[in-house]
């Protein structure tokens, strides 16, 4: 069964092994007992399918990078991370805890590896193979996540005394990719297509869809394309199509999506799971605290397949008609029933009818009634269960990567090459044709794309990305890629004016969002109709890279700080 390995986690997290693991990131973390038999093999691997590992996260829904970017806003703490702050230094904690996080799985992949063969008496060499390569492949995940945020880092492939570990050198991020490129093909070779079960464990797919993510933010172009394609050219079982539905994609529901190319469990019954407070309305028991940015509803196109700003379908007193239905399905429309309340925050909508209780209840929605009710006026529909207002949990599996940003991969690759073609049509055609609940077939049922301009192929795979993607996770990195961070997390986050204030005529909004050419809206002509949130910032002459923990070149002093840090 698919929790198989969440009940094999608990029994690694108890064990006082994994402890003696958490204080020693660098330094060898096997007992001569240890790696003895499949078991233990199983275990040591096991243990490294924890969504730390994977995907740092916040106590809410919804991935830890999405608040760094210009998609989402978060009221807590004053609203404002180092990130978007502009403030971002070495004592950051949250960069810490990435880089410790990542060099400790990297250090229990390394003990792994220098111990497996223990065991082979006991042993069928094949498991121990198919292990190895999770194994690899997971430490390699690791890499590409240090080398796209923090640059040139340490490459440590074995287990080092404590002393030495102190003494390293940075590896350039060149180099790494190298070596990561060799890591990703090794876990392809020998990870099955398939386990046959809904097991979640890494598979051969997932091998070449980290190796095309990581090629992508490296700009290198003919390994996405190449890499992205053999996701796309598997055949029977254990190769992916796009689920049916984007929303139940994102539910209970779509947990065994063969869109799905590699996902970490989590269910409520074995205590893996989150709070989604913050995600929920406040008239559902929530915080509303956790919402999109105006930035991110604007970004999502008419059903004519325009931008607003060039669409006569865009109403800005009436913004979820006429749009990408992915709207919809990400954020709450305005006037509709979700959580078991008609939701609306609008100023004069004080009272608001519960259909999970049959009666006009006040509304806690609008910020005439309450004070902290969502700021710029959404709140997030995609990947809320209705039953989270109730529990006050969620479980829902994370997932990692799936086949769509294959797809689109494939085609920002082949763009960048300069070989747009039919095949990059039909790789975005698919896409916005789920969207839409059509096949890709259907043309005259969604905005099908028929150019084989490559500065508008460009600008509508960005906007692809950022809506099919939306609180995924990838959107900053997007920025970052695209040395795009400099426009878009300098410009203020806004949302809805105070009440008093609110000129109840331009409700929601007041006008067209101006969008450029980037993608990137422009809010500052709106004047006193808007209210500023958030003056975000973000120094370009460091923050393309994160520093390095200040405490990691204290007791190295090998390890140089990246730059302006």
Known sequence: MKHIIIALWMLMIVT?????????????PSTESFYTNQVQLELAINDLYRLVFWSPVKETTGSWEEF????????????????IAGSLNSSDANVATFWTDSYKAIARVNAFLENKDKAAASTPAAVITRLEAEARLIRAFQYAKLISHFGDVPLITKTLPLAEANQVSKTTKADIYTFLKAEFDFAASNLPQSYGTAVKRLTKGAALAFKARTALYMNDWATAKEASLAVMQLTGAGSYTLNASYASLFQKA???????????????TQKV?????????????????????????????????????????????????????RLAATVVPFNTYWLGYNYTPHPDSTQVWSSKLGRKVTNNDTRSVAPFASFTGFVFKKGIEQSWSDMHVEDNDAIIIR???????YAEAKIELGEADATVLDAVNRIRARAYGVTVDQTTSYPVVTTLNTVDLKKIVR??????FAFEGLRYMDLIRWKLAEKALTRPIIGLPDPVNQNRAKFPFPGVTPIDADGIADYSGF??????????????TKQYLWPIPVQEVRLNPKLTQNPNY
């Open 527 to 540: 004047g006193s109709d808007v209210k500023i949130l958030f003056n975000r910032a973000f120094d370009k």
């Open 16 to 28: 006082a092994s994994c402890k003696k693991l958490d204080l020693n990131v660098l330094d060898s």
């Open 254 to 268: 779509g947990e065994l999506s063969t869109e799905i190319i590699f996902s970490i469990p989590r269910d409520q």
């Open 403 to 409: 086949y769509a940003e294959i797809l689109i991969t």
């Open 68 to 83: 760094f970017s210009d998609n989402c806003y978060y009221r807590g703490g004053g609203g404002s991370n180092p990130v």
């Open 463 to 468: 906007r692809e990305r950022r809506v099919e």
């Open 273 to 325: 799971s989150g709070v989604p407070d913050d995600m929920l309305t406040r008239n559902a028991g929530g915080f509303g605290a956790t919402m999109p940015t105006r930035e991110l509803v604007d970004a999502f196109e008419c059903t004519d397949g325009k931008p607003i700003n060039e669409s006569s379908l865009y109403n800005p007193l009436n913004p979820f008609t006429n749009r990408d239905p």
